[in-house]
């Protein structure tokens, strides 16, 4: 049990107000890094002027943030599991502020990059155990609904990062608005620490033997890790980049044999055993493969290809944060009754959505295209939002506490991986379509039509998943 005194919620109306009060602890810590993953993105052109960044220095800004994340993820988790989850939280914000405030008084772009990957490491370690701490704290339709509130924060922040930075910029003008867009998550970060050591459970300790890290396993994933996302985020190497890909299968084959020979493995292979969990993980990294290039894409496309500015651009994305957050929260309700055909429904929402995206930039002018598209963005939006919690949900039920920071850790480096590989093939159709002189309408259909092929799959997985649900129950009946 925590050591808290806080027990477990195992129905849906059992959430007391120390639970809460934990997963607003919790939300609020997953809100400040979730954020610095896309309000960044508006002020490059100001981090350009300023600190005269090379193209490489500002995609570095961007990608060594999302590096750092992914990397520590899974050895943050399993570290979680060991040592405690609050202490990792903890840690790792404190880490998060200090980093950020970095950031905001780098007097190079060469400080900056370094500020932002340990601002991603920091961002790494702490993200994790917030699913891990929803899954200590709540049972059943309770942690439906605590899952369907962290996918609402996730999605509302992720979304609103470029309004948010754009009224930065707007408020505090180009020289000092970029800086405030790091500088904003100081006071927060700062106000959370100490709520977050009164608040949040302490570990649950296991009788016997404390398990081990495993350090050659968690090298070998890092590096494994690593080769999978650099040939993604760094595209001035060349054709040669690709070929990390088949290093990286390399090595992830060496981890795998030895994690089935060591007694503490930093990933317990097992985990893949629950198909719950496997299908799971497929699904969430094909959905943020689909959904994150969205947002860069449609960005680019009112910005450099409609003038629209930062703030117009972010208000335009603003009904996918809206629709998601609504969506997420019921969602969370009816999860762990409906929690595959919610996913079903709702990748489907987010494929018609980003069709109708298309379709009306292809149909309405340029100066009523942000208008005309907040009801296809609104529809991807409420699709959105009812695919995280149930999934999420669903592929942690069958998990046990003791690996719960480990799973969730995976889960998440299945999200920052599928982010990488969207990006990189919607940015490619994107630009490669600009190079090859058609219109910015021509190059959105071309990188939407990648997001819409990603979603396809995973709503085929979900389908698939649904029906063998379905007759696995109906063979119990």
Do not use: K
């Not at 399993?78 to 790792?92: E, K, N, Q, T």
């Not at 994933?221 to 999978?228: A, K, S, T, Y």
């Not at 996913?343 to 002018?365: E, N, Q, R, Y």
């Amino acid at each position: 049990m925590p050591q808290t005194g806080m027990h477990a919620a195992d129905t849906t109306a059992g959430i007391d107000r120390e639970q809460w009060s934990a997963l607003l602890v919790c939300l609020a810590g997953g809100f400040v890094v979730f954020l610095d993953v896309s309000i960044v993105n508006v002020a490059l052109p100001a981090i350009s002027s300023h600190l005269h960044a090379s193209g490489s220095g500002l995609q570095w800004i961007v990608s060594g943030y999302a590096l750092a994340v992914g990397l520590l993820l899974v050895p943050a988790g399993r570290l979680g599991d060991i040592y405690g989850h609050r202490l990792l939280f903890v840690a790792g914000l404190a880490v998060f502020v200090a980093a950020s405030a970095a950031c905001g008084a780098a007097p190079t772009a060469t400080v900056l990059v370094l500020g932002r990957i340990v601002q991603g490491a920091a961002g790494g370690v702490l993200t994790p155990q917030i699913s891990a701490i929803i899954q200590q704290l709540f049972q059943g339709g309770a942690r439906a609904q605590a899952f369907g509130a962290y996918a609402s924060v996730a999605a509302v922040s992720s979304a609103i990062g470029p309004l948010a930075g754009g009224a930065l910029i707007a408020a505090f003008g180009t020289a000092d608005g970029w800086r405030a867009v790091f500088y904003v998550n100081v006071p927060i970060g700062l106000a959370l620490i100490p709520l977050a050591v009164m608040i949040l459970p302490g570990h649950v300790r296991v009788t016997g033997r404390r398990p081990g890290l495993d350090p050659a396993g968690v090298a070998l994933l890092g590096l494994g890790i690593v080769l999978v996302l650099l040939p993604f985020i760094e595209g001035g190497w060349g054709e040669w980049r690709w070929w990390l890909l088949a290093v990286s299968a390399i090595d992830l084959a060496v981890f795998v044999r030895r994690e089935r020979r060591v007694t503490d493995p930093v990933l317990d292979l097992h985990l893949f055993r629950d198909r719950s969990y496997t299908t799971g993980l497929a699904v969430i990294t094909l959905y943020f493969a689909a959904f994150t290039p969205m947002f860069f894409i449609f960005t680019l496309l009112l910005q450099l290809g409609l003038r629209y500015t930062a703030i117009e651009a972010g208000a335009a994305i603003t009904p996918f944060a809206a629709g998601a957050a609504v969506s997420a929260l019921v969602a969370g309700r009816y999860a762990a009754r409906r929690g595959r055909d919610l996913i079903a429904s709702g990748l489907l929402l987010m494929l018609v959505g980003f069709l109708g995206t298309a379709l009306v930039v292809a149909l309405v002018p340029r100066h009523g295209t942000g208008w005309a598209t907040l009801a296809p963005v609104l529809v991807a939006g409420l699709g959105g939002g009812m695919v995280v919690a149930p999934n999420q949900s669903l592929s942690l039920s069958g998990v046990p506490l003791s690996r719960a920071g480990t799973a969730a850790g995976l889960l998440q480096t299945g999200q920052r991986i599928g982010a990488s590989i969207g990006i990189a093939a919607a940015g490619s159709a994107f630009f490669s379509t600009l190079r090859g002189h058609g219109s910015f309408a021509d190059a959105y259909r071309n990188g939407i039509f990648v997001t819409a092929g990603l979603t396809a799959a995973a709503l085929l997985l979900a389908l698939i998943d649904r029906h063998r649900g379905r007759r696995a129950r109906d063979e119990t009946v």
